[in-house]
Structures are given as structure tokens and as C-alpha cells.
């Protein structure tokens, strides 16, 4: 059973609509929260946590009660699989240690990414290294350096949009925890290839046994 956090009904910018459709065609059994529910974090078979899209821009350093619903669940999860979907991924960043740096415009569309191939938990059967991908965001994570203080991890970046909007090539996915927590700032639930990714998560992630 996964685990989908998120305060939001379907928009076209949280991609929830195509998250659980993607989950519904591979009949993979969720549960939707957008509340606290002490009866759920009792339960022993929620497997692994989605952090989907939100509409919402999180902001390093501030307070922000849109995201306490997703911290509730961190905390009482702490040794279950996560998987972050753009919001998710830069709230993952700054859970982490890590910061965002914020552009005024949006960056959508089709983008190309290269990955990190050797990381077959999550890219199992990506057949070539770069891949058009689907983005949608203003805040672009960027990882803490390795053993930096107040860091909870050493994040692993492991896939990068090959030409950003300043030219330069930059982080896209990370893995925050090795082979438990993931972050992507693209949306793997809008292709049927790269739907994968998210199965990934579930199938090999999720059943690990370190999970």
C-alpha cells in the first residue's frame, strides 16, 4: 500500500489526476491523505510515501504550515521509502539539508535529461541515458555539499536536465537516503515510459529489504 500525502484535489499543476492513474493501471493499491490520520501511521502495511506536485512554492527558511501535513508523515515514517514529485522533491532538498534557487518564471514542458543508470532501483529499464521529460516548476533544488554541517544525509544527485534555462547542466533527481528516499523535479506519471520510474519505486524500492 502506498501512501499519497497531499492537501490538493486534481489541478493541472500538481499532475495528481495522472499520478493515480498511472498507479491505477498498474492496480497498485493507494491511499490518498490530506489530513493528519493517527489511524494510518498505526497501520503495518503502508509499504511506501508519495509527495506528489502542489500548486504551493515552498520557501527555504520560512515557516510554512501548507507543509506540516507532509512533515506529520516523515516523522512518523521515518525508516519507510518516499518518493518526491517536484513540490515533493524540493521539500525533500530542504528536509535534507539542501537549498532551492528560485526563478521569477515558470519552467515547463519537455526537457532532456540524462541518468544515472546505475541506479537500477529507481531507472530499472531505462533503455537509453537521455530521455525527453516532462517539468513543470520555478525552484530548482540544489544538494548540500557532501558532509556539510546541519546536513541529515549526503545527498546523491542522480539524473540532471542537460541544458537548463541559463544553459548549464543541472541536477534533477536525487537520492536523498541511499536506496530509500527519491526526488525527481520532473513528472514521470505523464509518460507511459517513463511511468516506470514511479512502478520502480513500488516494486523495487518499497520491497527492499532494508525497507
Known amino acids: 500500500m502506498l ?17 493515480y492513474k498511472s498507479l491505477d493501471a498498474r492496480e497498485i493499491p493507494y491511499i490518498i491523505s490530506r489530513k493528519y490520520d493517527s489511524g494510518l501511521v498505526k497501520r503495518k502495511d ?12 515552498v520557501k527555504p527558511y520560512e515557516i510554512q504550515p501548507e507543509l506540516e501535513l507532509e512533515m506529520y508523515y ?6 519507510t521509502p518516499v518518493l518526491g514529485i517536484c513540490h515533493g522533491c524540493q521539500l525533500l532538498m530542504v528536509y535534507y539539508g539542501g537549498n532551492l534557487k528560485s526563478y521569477k518564471s515558470l519552467w515547463a514542458g519537455n526537457n532532456d535529461v540524462e541518468f544515472d543508470l546505475s541506479r537500477d532501483g529507481i531507472f530499472k529499464g531505462q533503455e537509453e541515458q537521455h530521455d525527453k521529460m516532462n517539468f513543470y516548476f ?40 541511499k536506496d530509500r528516499v527519491y526526488g525527481v523535479m520532473f513528472h514521470p506519471e505523464l509518460g507511459h515510459e517513463s511511468r516506470n520510474i514511479i512502478y520502480n519505486f513500488y516494486d523495487n524500492v518499497c520491497s527492499s529489504p532494508s525497507s
Open 46 to 57: 503502508i509499504r511506501g510515501l508519495i509527495i506528489p506536485g502542489a500548486r504551493f512554492r
Open 3 to 19: 501512501l499519497i500525502i497531499t492537501r490538493e484535489t486534481p489541478n493541472h499543476a500538481n499532475k495528481l489526476r495522472e499520478l
Open 74 to 79: 516523515l516523522y512518523h515514517f521515518p525508516n
Open 138 to 177: 520555478h525552484e530548482l533544488p540544489v544538494a548540500p555539499p557532501q558532509h556539510s554541517p546541519g546536513s541529515k544525509t549526503d545527498v546523491r544527485e542522480i539524473a540532471w536536465i542537460t541544458k537548463f534555462r541559463d544553459g548549464g547542466r543541472h541536477a534533477c533527481a536525487f537520492e536523498f537516503v
